[in-house]
Nanobody, 127 residues
Framework: QVQLVESGGGLVQAGGSLRLSCAAS????????IGWFRQVPGKEREFVAA????????SYADSVKGRFTISRDNAQNTVYLQMNSLKPEDTAAYYC????????????????????WGQGTQVTVSS
């Protein structure tokens, strides 16, 4: 059974930093790209960042480019999202998800390309 578990969320002041973790189990983690998405109540879940199965490619939403960094440690089956210079508009529940295809060459920014999701971790940025 595939499981993704996010952690690291919390309350932080604007300008602060948080690091989210996504721990995976149940499939060969290193074969799959991982994406981070976020959602606020009443809005669609939106793409934040993604990293390829090897870690050699990354993709970011324009709204977080230059502030967030995605990375992975395949030996630890974990993906990280380092979030710096946080803004109140970054407040959301953050979810990690595993690509449904193995070793995909192009990173996907759409939810339908991801088949397993974590339960989410809340990030709240106060102004």
């Amino acid at each position: 059974q595939v499981q993704l578990v996010e952690s690291g969320g919390g309350l932080v002041q604007a300008g602060g930093s948080l690091r989210l973790s996504c721990a995976a189990s149940g499939r060969t983690f290193s074969n799959y790209a991982i994406g981070w998405f976020r959602q606020v109540p009443g809005k669609e879940r939106e793409f934040v960042a993604a990293i390829s199965w090897s870690g050699s490619k990354t993709s970011y939403a324009d709204s977080v480019k230059g502030r967030f960094t995605i990375s992975r440690d395949n030996a630890q089956n974990t993906v990280y999202l380092q979030m710096n210079s946080l803004k109140p508009e970054d407040t959301a529940a953050y979810y990690c998800a595993s690509d449904r295809a193995t070793r995909r060459m192009l990173l996907s920014t759409t939810r339908r390309q991801y088949d397993y999701w974590g339960q989410g971790t809340q990030v709240t940025v106060s102004s």
